[in-house]
């Protein structure tokens, strides 16, 4: 048996239109997963795309629009997707926003708030809209896309360190609270990774260079790499991983969460 087989599974990831995302649907997909996609609304193109290139591949999917910060529009999706595909076993949550520089002294309050709703709030709200299914069955799992700016201190990225290292101990804690259950909850802190939202820094050569110098492995994450390690915490080679916040970051921050 392929310890690393997803078949039977429905999997919903947020965030899906982005470019770590989309991987991580696929690579479910392609371990036999049914998916549940969603993105934001000024993404459904893109969001539309992939339910297409996951549908090619034979697999079922569920796709639709929503605010991951509004309660009401997670427990619709969740709902309607249960209606579609079945109930929810795992769960990786992906939509995030990022805001560089912005020191902390100078954040305005609607900037804080958004961050924070969607990096921290939107999290709780889906695992509040998944879990109790996962424990009455006992099983499902949960992913929590973190960074590793959650335990480093870079000038200009407090409001997003601080939201990163609230979602990396609201997963810790969840999976206190689902003890025994068969529920797993981890997080998931990866570095620099080629995406839309870095292209302004790996783009720029002499900024990249900087940057790669950093990583002991010397390069950049691909999406593909994230989607890898995030199949590891979902499968059954993951089994006895609770609790914990995997970082996969090339080795950039080695040693520094103690």
Request: glycine share 10%.
């Amino acid at each position: 048996m392929n310890p690393l087989s997803l078949d039977s599974r429905i999997a919903l990831v947020t965030g899906a239109a982005g470019g770590i995302g989309a991987a991580i649907a696929r690579r479910l997909a392609g371990q036999g997963a049914d998916l549940v996609v969603t993105d934001r609304a000024e993404c459904r193109i893109a969001l539309e795309r992939l339910e297409a290139e996951i549908v090619g591949t034979g697999r079922r999917v569920f796709g639709r629009t929503a605010d991951v910060s509004c309660k009401s529009e997670v427990v619709a999706l969740v709902e309607e997707a249960r209606a579609a595909l079945g109930p929810i076993d795992t769960l990786v949550n992906v939509a995030g926003l990022h805001a560089f520089p912005t020191p902390l002294l100078h954040v305005d309050e609607a900037l804080w708030n958004r961050l924070l709703s969607v990096n921290l709030t939107g999290p709780l709200f889906l695992s509040q809209a998944v879990i109790p299914d996962m424990v009455e069955r006992g099983r499902g799992c949960v992913v929590n896309i973190a960074s590793d700016s959650a335990f480093d201190v870079i000038a200009g990225e407090g409001p997003y360190g601080i939201s990163k290292i609230g979602l990396v101990r609201l997963s810790a804690y969840l999976a206190r609270e689902v003890a025994g259950s068969g529920v797993r909850v981890n997080s998931l802190a990866p570095g620099w990774v080629k995406t839309a939202m870095s292209k302004p820094f790996w783009d720029d050569p002499a900024v990249a260079q900087a940057a790669i110098e950093g990583i002991p492995v010397r390069r950049f994450a691909d999406p593909a790499d994230i989607a890898d390690v995030v199949l590891f915490l979902v499968s059954d080679l993951a089994g006895y991983v609770n609790g914990h916040c995997l970082v996969a970051d090339g080795g950039r921050i080695a040693g520094v969460p103690a």
